[in-house]
């Protein structure tokens, strides 16, 4: 029995990208959850807000990596970021203008806007797709590693190493800033309590003198910089595809409506939920069981639970089971 | 304009493109998109039925039109006698074993009064790994059966055409699965339910080598039409052919895409024909009256759940009968081309153009919105030619160039957009 070994394989394989990934989707599912407690529709087009974002700034990049711009150990896509947020900001507050306004005012139900979404989608989906073509793009530069697997073996002298990834690690600070900043925002500045306000009960918001057209947009750019950061740190993380970005859509929402729709702290928790019911249901235990266990019970196969191609499945059947047991989500979101 | 009037005139125009392209570009290309015009309007039928006789909202078309192509290769693919041989029981096996764990958890979740939970997960945990103990093994057997041609158990070999019902068979069983759980739930929350089980089977589809052969895809499906070679090898053939002055390669292939058009056509308008007669039947208008208003159509004592499961069922049904149709047309069943945009979003722009809740609308939106999406390829590449045609080669040019067939998924959500703003009950609107 080895647990040190164990626990650092853990750590490696399981918990350090299940904390990754959980940051990326709970910063996605905030956006989706935004949309839904202010505009009152499931944004479907958030996918590819998302992969609009990341574009700009992988464009920006490749820019600055020309000019020979560089941060050091930090990947340059950090100093891209705000072009990246400006532009899609830009591009969801030309899309409410021109798409979303509209139905806003003749007060549309819910449905109609879902599939109105779905058109902009589309149209997300095709600009992408037409600048930057369907391919993957990998843009991360600057160090690699942290702390490489060989170094982390030799200073504790363990034999199972412990990789920690520049991206990894610039997720989940990044993810920490944007939470403690959005929910100071929401929480503590007039802007931000009026659009607590109006997501609450937008009738009352609106005798209290509450300007709607000012709530949307501060949400909608609230919004766009959410998809930005998410999209780019995916990016980072894994690589950029633009139909990728549109699958994400499943985990996201699946995030937002585990945690409850419309409720920001849900959105996070559903995010990690689901990351690392994916990632734990998706690794191969042997390792880990390898050295909890004697010898002789050692497991000879993977000790997969199912193969990674199924991990949408995993995210579906916590989102159904939640559902079907607790319909407005863990942290009680809200229905129109 | 009557609606009659409208509707002949909008059918014309569909008649009046389909044969345009006959003479401008091809007859081949002409019959290619009529096929695949007619069954995009069947999967759009079906898709109105649950949209627009119910206000469904269901985007996972893709996994019907995907269980139905699954249909063909059970049906019609011979089977692979050395690899049922290998290890085809012990598969059965193990979904039996698969089955039985369910039935299993279900039981001990409805009788057991404490301690349920925990027992019911210590059942699903110990049923899960006795399932995968005793499939796994089947499955590596069978995948080992010859992996570069086979390597997968085949279908049942019964002529083709059964798996166009048995498609829909399939894809409500599914249905009636998916029904059952997600009906309940919100309009957002069964769209999300949908997509997420539409992307399930088709990665199952993807992933099962023993079932689908994955991405190997299966080819070579039994058709149900004359093949081209043996057409043009046939004497009386030829002749009449080559006495109607066309050449008889070319010849062979507008006859075979002719038979599998009035084959679909055939379909569609069985089909249309049901639908209509459902929609204006008492029970189509009680699925109207309970989309319109669920709380009073329930305080009229409808089982509004019940009637939404049937609708759904049928609905899907009508998509897998499509998606088997499609795969027999293609002659393959390739899992890794099912895209959700393709298959899923693509047929809601076809039934929201066309007008939902009118069948006819559907139709119509079906084979228009299917001719656009072929031919805005080459008709944006001949945009972007005129648009670049001033500039120096160079890699901007190339690059745009190379996007023209992205063009398709830009028209396709312009016109969504365009439609909802301008014309949001479509072009044939409910009646």
């Given at each position: 029995m080895d647990v040190l070994n164990a626990l650092v394989a853990l750590l490696n394989y399981v918990l350090v990208p299940g904390i990754t990934y959980g940051s990326q989707l709970a910063i996605g599912a905030l956006g989706v959850t935004l949309v839904y407690g202010i505009l009152r529709f499931s944004n479907f087009a958030h996918g590819d807000t998302m992969a609009f974002g990341t574009m700009v700034t992988i464009l920006a990049t490749w820019g600055l990596q020309s000019m020979g711009v560089s941060l050091g150990p930090l990947p340059t896509a950090l100093l891209a970021l705000p072009l990246g947020i400006a532009a899609t900001a830009l591009l969801v507050l030309a899309t409410d203008r021109m798409v979303y306004r509209f139905y806003r005012r003749v007060r549309a139900k819910p449905v109609i806007l879902v599939i109105v979404s779905i058109g902009v989608m589309f149209v997300m989906n095709g600009v992408v797709r037409l600048i930057i073509g369907p391919e993957d793009q990998r843009f991360a530069d600057g160090a690699?590693?942290?702390?490489?697997a060989r170094e982390f073996k030799q200073w504790t002298g363990l034999s199972e190493g412990l990789a920690l990834r520049s991206t990894q690690v610039l997720t989940i600070v990044t993810a920490i800033i944007v939470v403690i900043a959005l929910f100071w925002f929401l929480n503590r500045t007039r802007t931000g309590k009026s659009m607590r306000a109006y997501s609450d009960n937008e009738d009352l918001a609106l005798l209290s003198g509450i300007n709607p057209e000012r709530v949307v947009l501060v949400t909608w750019l609230i919004v766009a910089a959410l998809a930005t950061v998410a999209g780019v740190l995916y990016g980072l993380d894994k690589s950029f595809r633009p139909f990728t970005y549109f699958q994400l859509l499943l985990p996201i929402f699946a995030s937002a409506i585990v945690g409850g729709l419309g409720n920001p702290l849900g959105a996070i928790a559903g995010g990690f939920l689901i990351a690392f019911s994916e990632v734990t249901v998706t690794y191969a235990w042997k390792k880990v069981l390898g050295y909890l266990l004697p010898d002789s019970m050692?497991?000879?196969?993977?000790?997969?639970?199912?193969?990674?191609?199924?991990k949408f499945a995993v995210s579906f059947v916590i989102l159904l089971i939640v559902l079907l047991f607790r319909p407005t989500g863990l942290f009680r979101g809200k229905s129109v | 304009m009557s609606e009659t009037a409208r509707k002949v005139a909008l059918f014309g125009l569909v008649v009046v493109l389909i044969v345009g392209t006959g003479m401008v570009q091809s007859w081949n290309s002409a019959l290619l998109i009529l096929n695949m015009g007619l069954i995009s309007a069947v999967m759009a039928l079906g898709l109105n039925l649950q949209w627009?006789?119910?206000g469904l909202f269901n985007i996972g078309v893709m996994g019907f039109v995907a269980l139905g192509g699954l249909a063909t290769v059970l049906v019609a693919h011979p089977p692979v006698t050395e690899a049922w041989s290998a290890g085809g029981l012990r598969i059965l096996a193990g979904l039996a074993t698969g089955a039985g764990v369910i039935v299993a958890a279900a039981l001990v979740l409805k009788r057991l009064r404490r301690h349920r939970t925990l027992a019911v997960i210590a059942v699903l945990v110990v049923g899960f790994f006795l399932f995968r103990w005793v499939f796994d093994g089947g499955v590596e057997a069978v995948e080992a059966v010859?992996?570069?041609?086979?390597?997968f158990l085949g279908g049942?070999?019964?002529?083709?055409?059964?798996a166009w019902p048995i498609g829909g068979v399939l894809a409500a069983g599914a249905a009636w699965i998916i029904g059952k759980t997600?009906?309940?739930?919100r309009s957002d929350y069964l769209a999300i339910a949908t997509l997420g089980i539409a992307e399930i089977i088709v990665a199952v589809m993807k992933n099962e080598d023993w079932l689908t052969r994955g991405v190997k895809n299966v080819i070579g499906l039994p058709r149900p039409v004359p093949n081209e070679i043996d057409l043009q090898n046939t004497p009386g053939f030829v002749e009449n052919a080559t006495a109607i002055g066309i050449d008889p390669v070319t010849a062979s292939t507008l006859w075979v895409k002719g038979i599998y058009g009035v084959l679909f056509a055939m379909v569609l308008i069985l089909l249309l024909f049901l639908a209509q007669r459902a929609l204006h039947s008492p029970w189509g208008r009680m699925m109207r009256a309970i989309r319109d208003n669920e709380v009073a159509a329930e305080a009229m004592g409808k089982d509004v759940i019940g009637r939404h499961l049937q609708i759904f069922i049928l609905g899907s049904a009508v998509c897998g009968i499509a998606g088997a149709m499609m795969t027999t047309l293609d002659g393959q069943l390739t899992?890794?081309?099912?895209?959700p945009l393709r298959f899923t979003f693509l047929i809601w722009v076809m039934v929201i153009v066309g007008g939902s809740g009118n069948n006819f609308g559907a139709v119509l939106g079906g084979m228009l919105i299917w001719f656009a999406w072929v031919q805005v390829e080459p008709a944006g590449l001949w945009f972007l030619q005129t648009l670049t045609s001033g500039m120096a080669e160079g890699p901007l040019k190339t690059h745009l160039l190379d996007s023209a067939a992205h063009m398709r998924l830009l028209t396709m959500g312009v016109i969504l957009l365009l439609v909802l703003r301008f014309s949001p009950r479509g072009l044939i609107p409910e009646r």
């Open positions: 690699r590693f942290l702390i490489t050692a497991p000879d196969n993977l000790v997969q639970l199912l193969s990674t191609d199924y | 627009g006789f119910a010859n992996p570069a041609s086979t390597g049942l070999g019964l002529p083709v055409l059964l997600a009906l309940g739930l899992p890794g081309t099912y895209q």
